[in-house]
């Protein structure tokens, strides 16, 4: 039977003529149409990707104003930083809004969640309320806030106080607001976002558990801790630690609030974080290899944090 | 849905605190759509008015303001005066154009390549994908001063590929395309190609319109990215043309700490900042939501 099948479909591939060709040849021939595809991303993605990194690490290890050679200092600038007070400074800032930030933003945006997960009209337009600040929030509306927390007699928040027999506060001009001002601002700019990821994340628990629970006389606190709880750790986590991330990254805020033209941080750098630190040393003093240093220890950080995010998953995983 | 079955416990009684939340969510939206429209005499009242009781376009556009003419004058220049040259009008351009055009070449530039990597795997594609997801852990601080550097070195400076091209190729959105195009048989590209389709028409005619979903995802994010992107135009830019809304902004606050009745044209400007995102979020609301939660819950 088998002797009725053509030759060439007989499947023994070395015998084709393709075989001879050159390696490179074939493979352009094969490949090139699709390759050429991907040329204009490649190309970008090396040039403001794949190079900078590279430089970025390089520079990290030298002395550069922007316009002489880079010069070696070794780990120089790594060490300068750890014991520089404004990079302390800076990290512990950044550390309280990153720790305020995601947990208030994550609580919140649970309870929300709960409150507000419903398909009712009413819920989805408290949804949307929330919501909003994730969508039109950021540049638009920081400069009201700057208006809002103003210490003259129009600042709204000042006012309330007035109605609450409470003395005006210079909320931007106190070192001791600077920090829970801009965490505020963070929670209202992210717990609408968070609150979207926990009804995604409560609507994939399947309904008959619940009801099997109910019918094995459950009642609500407990199904929440026992079944609810549980099941989101996923999403309870993924939010956790996306949210901390962002915020240990966040410029705008900070620099928009405490920052003018002669000056960033705000009094005693009450206002500084890390990034605006590296802002101000990279592109106000040039020093482009503390900056790009300053760059690598975030990064450092930030990984850290992804690994703890990795572990524990893993954990949740076994459990 | 979910959260009422589990607490019926939670009555309005006990919602109501987060109906007060709501309120205070929505008080800076409220305060910046009234104050726009406010003389600035009333906007620097105290007690602050609750509501519009003068109603006025001055902050936008004063016919009665001499543009030059000294800051104790009694008339302000709306926010379409005060940048004189190119104006406010030619920011918010630039910052649609550079929007527009980063979200579309970002999305086609993405796709492109996730399609190759699943559809017309080479050599080395692995590899190359790994690179990309791998190149997700790193931050932006980490390329930003080599970025600045190379556009410098390009001679870009005040230019609109400084402010475009850095920020076009995604590796994020090559991962969110891929995982979709898994999804796409291989029959139906293998069909094309059989029908003499070449590489780019199966991109575009097969595989783009089986994407949209995808797209939509990935495009609101971009798309807030960049209508929000602050430190990058500002270490990029330094001309009047090439400005973007934030930029503007910015100055705007800046020149506030210095006279509180500049509020009147930051509240103006805040608002025509804000009034696309809102009106775009309004109108494709299921969309945002869709494509902001799609990230989260497949992990």
């Not at chain 2, 936008?60 to 040259?85: H, T, W």
């Not at chain 2, 003499?196 to 319109?209: T, Y």
């Not at chain 2, 800046?254 to 995102?277: E, H, I, Q």
Request: proline share 6%; net charge neutral.
């Amino acid at each position: 039977m088998t002797n009725h099948v053509p030759a060439s479909l007989q499947g023994a591939a070395p015998t084709t003529p393709y075989r001879r060709a050159h390696p490179v040849r074939r493979f352009l021939a094969q490949h090139a149409p699709a390759l050429g595809l991907t040329l204009p991303f490649l190309i970008l993605f090396a040039l403001f990707t794949i190079w900078p990194v590279l430089r970025s690490l390089y520079l990290s290890f030298t002395d550069y104003d922007a316009i002489s050679t880079p010069t070696l200092v070794g780990t120089g600038n790594y060490r300068a930083l750890l014991s520089d007070p404004r990079f302390v400074k800076a990290l512990t800032n950044t550390a309280a809004y990153m720790v305020g930030t995601s947990l208030l933003s994550t609580a919140l945006g649970l309870l929300l969640a709960l409150v507000f997960g419903g398909q009712r009209l009413s819920d989805q337009i408290m949804r949307a309320c929330f919501f909003l600040p994730s969508v039109a929030g950021g540049v638009g509306l920081i400069s009201v806030f700057k208006w809002l927390f103003s210490s003259e007699d129009f600042g709204l928040i000042n006012t309330l106080r007035q109605w609450l027999s409470l003395d005006p506060v210079r909320f931007l001009g106190a070192p001791a607001y600077a920090v829970p001002i801009l965490i505020a601002l963070g929670v209202w700019g992210l717990m609408g976002y968070n609150m979207i990821l926990f009804v995604a994340g409560l609507r994939s628990i399947p309904g008959d558990i619940y009801e099997a629970a109910a019918i094995d006389g459950a009642n609500p606190r407990q199904r929440f801790w026992k079944i609810t709880l549980p099941l989101l750790r996923p999403t309870l986590l993924f939010v956790l630690v996306t949210s901390m991330i962002g915020a240990f990254q966040e410029f705008f805020s900070f620099y928009f609030l405490f920052s003018d033209t002669s000056n960033v941080g705000g009094i005693l750098d009450s206002g500084l974080s890390l990034v605006v630190y590296l802002y101000d040393l990279g592109f106000r003093h040039l020093q482009m290899g503390m900056a790009s240093a300053l760059a690598w220890i975030l990064f450092l950080m930030l990984f850290a944090l992804t690994l703890l995010n990795l572990k524990l998953g893993r954990i949740n995983d076994i459990d | 849905m979910v959260g009422e079955r589990q607490h019926p416990l939670l009555s309005t009684l006990l919602r109501l605190p987060f109906y007060l939340l709501a309120v205070s969510v929505m008080i800076p939206y409220y305060w910046m759509a009234t104050n726009a429209f406010k003389t600035i005499p009333e906007i620097v009242r105290n007690p602050p008015t609750w509501w519009v009781h003068t109603f006025t376009l001055d902050n936008f556009f004063n016919p009665d303001a001499v543009p030059g003419a000294p800051k104790n004058s009694a008339e302000f220049l709306g926010v379409f005066q005060i940048f004189a040259n190119s104006g406010f009008g030619q920011f918010y351009l630039n910052s649609v154009v550079i929007t527009l055009i980063t979200v579309v070449g970002s999305l086609l530039l993405a796709s492109l390549v996730a399609y190759v990597l699943v559809k017309r795997p080479f050599p080395g594609s692995g590899a190359l994908f790994a690179l990309l997801l791998g190149s997700m852990m790193i931050p932006w601080e980490v390329t930003i001063i080599p970025n600045f550097l190379t556009v410098r070195d390009l001679g870009w400076i005040n230019s609109y590929q400084a402010l475009i091209l850095p920020g076009l190729a995604k590796a994020f959105a090559v991962f969110f395309f891929r995982q979709a195009i898994l999804g796409i048989p291989d029959d139906l590209v293998d069909a094309a190609r059989i029908d003499g389709a070449g590489e780019l028409r199966i991109w575009w005619s097969v595989v783009l319109p089986l994407l949209r979903p995808a797209l939509a995802a990935i495009a609101i994010p971009v798309m807030l990215g960049e209508w929000n992107n602050y430190l990058w135009p500002l270490l990029v830019v330094n001309d009047d043309a090439h400005q973007t809304l934030p930029l503007a902004l910015g100055k705007l606050a800046g020149n506030l700490t210095y006279d509180p009745r500049g509020a009147g044209p930051m509240m103006a400007a805040s608002f025509l900042v804000s009034l696309p995102m809102v009106t775009v979020f309004l109108l494709f609301q299921r969309q945002f939501v869709q494509g902001l939660s799609s990230g989260a819950t497949k992990g």
